[in-house]
């Protein structure tokens, strides 16, 4: 059983491009979970999903980020022009159930860099 | 709003000595509380979690936590350290009353010498 699955796993993207992550979740998963990582700090959450809707937004910033989960194939993160604040580690999570004892496991991110 | 503090950036250990990496944490519900380690440029792994019950819960590679809830703790514990613990280790809770939102602390870096 594959583990959660990102790619790519390093993206080097100019300013003003725009960067596309992709994640599939483990198999069986229907929920995912999107993370950002700075350098030499935690995690923060950026935006929960399940098949086709978007469950919990909070942490996406509210322009150029946006987020989907389609019935068929990966979930995507999207950054359009991005901007070298941009430059982390990106973190997918996936879980099976969505109660809040379930755990999440990890992929093992895309490093962003913008140049 | 749900918060996770892990107040100690890197704890240094010698090997076979006891580890113990802190965590406190603030719900307005239930906590549901977990512990993930990270190594260089991976993903996070999952290393145990408390729901209920037994407040010390066991995990992965020997690891274990101890649930205080009048000190709203889970403090992450080795008996005996090895040189393959050194990474980063990080804390983070849901909120029973708030979703599944994981939140997590600023993360702690453990350096195990030999």
């Known amino acids: 059983n594959a583990g959660v699955m990102q790619n790519p796993r390093h993206l080097v993207r100019r300013r003003g491009q725009e960067a596309r992550l992709r994640c599939s979740p483990m198999k069986g998963h229907s929920h995912v979970y999107w993370y950002r990582q700075l350098p030499e700090e935690g995690l923060k959450f950026m935006v929960y999903l399940q098949k086709e809707n978007i469950i919990d937004e909070s942490g996406m910033p509210k322009e150029r980020f946006s987020a989907e989960f389609p019935k068929e194939g990966p979930s995507i993160l999207r950054i359009q022009q991005v901007v070298r604040g941009d430059s982390a580690a990106y973190f997918c999570?996936?879980?099976?159930?969505?109660?809040?004892?379930?755990?999440?496991?990890f992929g093992q991110g895309t490093r962003l860099t913008v140049v | 709003a749900q918060s996770v503090a892990q107040p100690e950036d890197q704890v240094n250990v010698a090997e076979g000595n006891p580890l113990t990496v802190k965590c406190t944490y603030s719900?307005?519900?239930?906590?549901?509380l977990f512990w993930y380690v990270q190594y260089p440029n991976r993903g996070l792994q999952f290393l145990l979690k408390y729901i209920t019950g037994d407040n010390l819960v066991k995990g992965s590679y020997g690891f274990e936590a101890e649930f205080n809830k009048s000190q709203t703790s889970f403090h992450l514990k080795k008996p005996s350290a090895l040189v393959s613990d050194s990474a980063l280790y990080f804390c983070?809770?849901?909120?029973?009353?708030?979703?599944?939102?994981?939140?997590f602390g600023g993360g702690t870096r453990v350096l195990v010498k030999p």
């Open positions: 999570a996936s879980s099976h159930l969505d109660g809040p004892n379930t755990e999440a496991f």
């Open positions: 719900v307005s519900g239930n906590p549901y």
């Open positions: 983070a809770v849901r909120d029973g009353a708030a979703g599944n939102k994981l939140t």
